[in-house]
């Protein structure tokens, strides 16, 4: 619908078809690459150098890759949860923080709770 003195914007109906998408982990570090996969895992675009990289890594090697044709056209920015903002408990440096001791009022690991807080 038209409003009075106002112009359509001819790109509106050009949609995300031409939309190019970009690697967010090089944007993170200030470089602008063309993606050219989806980790699902990571819910995170990258190009090729970073999907193969995230294949090495031994945190990342069995997270779920889709190849450029199979990639989402669009991805909401909704992440689950922030891998990178991981934090090791400082008992168990092997071991990441999952559990919280209202009681105590500390952060732990699995093995912190097993064996410092199983009555709590």
Same mark, same amino acid.
């Given at each position: 619908?038209?409003?009075? &003195?106002? !112009?359509r914007d001819?790109?509106?109906?050009?949609?995300? #078809?031409?939309a190019?998408?970009? @690697?967010? *982990? +090089?944007? $993170? &570090?200030? !470089?602008?690459?063309?993606?050219?996969?989806?980790?699902? #895992?990571?819910?995170?675009?990258? @190009?090729? *150098? +970073?999907? $193969?990289?995230? !294949?090495?890594?031994?945190?990342?090697?069995?997270?779920?890759?889709?190849?450029?044709?199979?990639?989402?056209?669009?991805?909401?920015?909704? !992440?689950?949860?922030?891998?990178?903002?991981?934090?090791?408990?400082?008992?168990?440096?092997?071991?990441?923080?999952?559990?919280?001791?209202?009681?105590?009022?500390?952060?732990?690991?699995?093995?912190?709770?097993?064996?410092?807080?199983?009555?709590?």
């Amino acid at each position: 619908m038209e409003v009075p &003195g106002k !112009k359509r914007d001819p790109d509106l109906d050009k949609g995300s #078809t031409d939309a190019t998408v970009y @690697c967010q *982990p +090089c944007g $993170e &570090g200030g !470089k602008r690459a063309v993606a050219q996969g989806f980790c699902q #895992t990571c819910e995170e675009y990258m @190009c090729a *150098p +970073c999907v $193969e990289y995230h !294949k090495r890594l031994k945190m990342s090697r069995n997270h779920i890759l889709l190849s450029k044709d199979k990639m989402p056209s669009f991805y909401p920015s909704t !992440k689950k949860s922030a891998i990178a903002d991981t934090d090791y408990c400082n008992n168990h440096p092997k071991e990441m923080i999952k559990f919280y001791c209202p009681t105590h009022g500390n952060l732990g690991c699995g093995d912190c709770v097993v064996l410092d807080h199983r009555s709590c």
